[in-house]
């Protein structure tokens, strides 16, 4: 499986983006989702996970309320809005797949992609 992501950039505090993931895969649509971050200097930390179905999401509680996640089976890409944007959402941005998960996890990623940095600027 390969993950691509875009749609990073340089924003304003308080405003918006929506990256995307493409995966490649014919069971796109059994995959369960997750984004993940990496600032400089720091270790990266889980932000965003979807289920297989999409029905169940879960959210790091520093961006819960700001962010969404959301995946489309016809276009196999996974999204991320990014809304009310803060300095300290800066980071890379990366996503992974599970390709053999349960609905509810916990999942264990098998396939990461290559980031997308976004900066936010103050």
């Known amino acids: 499986v390969q993950l691509q992501a875009s749609g990073g950039g340089l924003v304003q505090v308080g405003g918006s983006l929506r990256l995307s993931c493409v995966a490649s895969?014919?069971?796109?649509?059994?995959?369960?989702l997750g984004w993940f971050r990496q600032a400089p200097g720091k270790e990266r930390e889980f932000v965003a996970s979807?289920?297989?179905?999409?029905?169940?999401?879960d959210y790091a509680d520093s961006v819960k309320g700001r962010f969404t996640i959301s995946k489309d089976n016809a276009e196999s890409t996974v999204y991320l809005q990014m809304n009310s944007l803060k300095p300290e959402d800066t980071a890379v941005y990366s996503c992974?797949?599970?390709?053999?998960?349960?609905?509810?996890?916990?999942?264990?990623?098998?396939?990461w992609g290559q980031g997308t940095l976004v900066t936010v600027s103050s």
């Open positions: 979807i289920s297989w179905t999409g029905g169940t999401t």
């Open positions: 895969g014919r069971t796109f649509r059994r995959y369960c």
């Open positions: 992974a797949v599970d390709v053999y998960c349960a609905e509810y996890g916990p999942y264990e990623y098998d396939y």
